[in-house]
């Protein structure tokens, strides 16, 4: 019994003995660095559905939504392309998906009134935005115009979304 006192006696000892005294300091800097960069995505790929109609004479309207995500104050422009049919951005068309398919034509805007085009010129015919870091909504308002001699189909084109920021 003895001895083991003696041992932890002697360990404790030690122990204070194995004990720094430090008498001054150091110090420094830690940089810590984060670039954001400016960036935007589309974050859906909506579809425009015009729905089933039988003879085309009046004006078919529908509306969807196209959803951007840009970096807090990045700005940007949504241009939308002619289409896979169309031979510009004032005059898109879907083409039909059967046999000796047709076409139908259509247009795209920026407006409820369905006056402004919505094409591919930045300052001119799209939309413009500056980013908040959230989703940010942009209404595409579709229209098929009356049209004679449209045969039953389904008909669809697809359109390039572009953000320019």
């Known amino acids: 019994m003895r001895k083991l006192v003696i041992?932890?006696?002697?360990?404790?000892?030690?122990?204070a003995l194995g004990t720094v005294a430090y008498a001054a300091t150091a110090t420094g800097t830690l940089n810590v660095t984060l670039t954001i960069t400016a960036t935007c995505t589309v974050r859906n790929t909506p579809t425009l559905s015009f729905g089933s109609v039988g003879l085309l004479t009046s004006n078919v309207d529908a509306q969807t939504d196209i959803t951007v995500q840009c970096t807090n104050t990045t700005p940007y422009d949504i241009a939308l392309g002619q289409g896979a049919n169309g031979s510009s951005v004032t005059t898109r068309q879907m083409l039909g998906t059967g046999g000796s398919p047709s076409t139908v034509n259509y247009a795209l805007y920026r407006d409820a009134g369905r006056t402004q085009n919505w094409g591919e010129t930045i300052g001119t015919d799209v939309v413009h935005g500056t980013g908040n870091g959230s989703d940010q909504n942009s209404t595409v308002y579709g229209r098929v115009p009356a049209q004679a001699s449209v045969k039953p189909d389904t008909y669809t084109d697809t359109v390039a979304i572009t953000v320019t920021y």
């Open 7 to 15: 041992g932890l006696g002697a360990a404790a000892a030690v122990a």
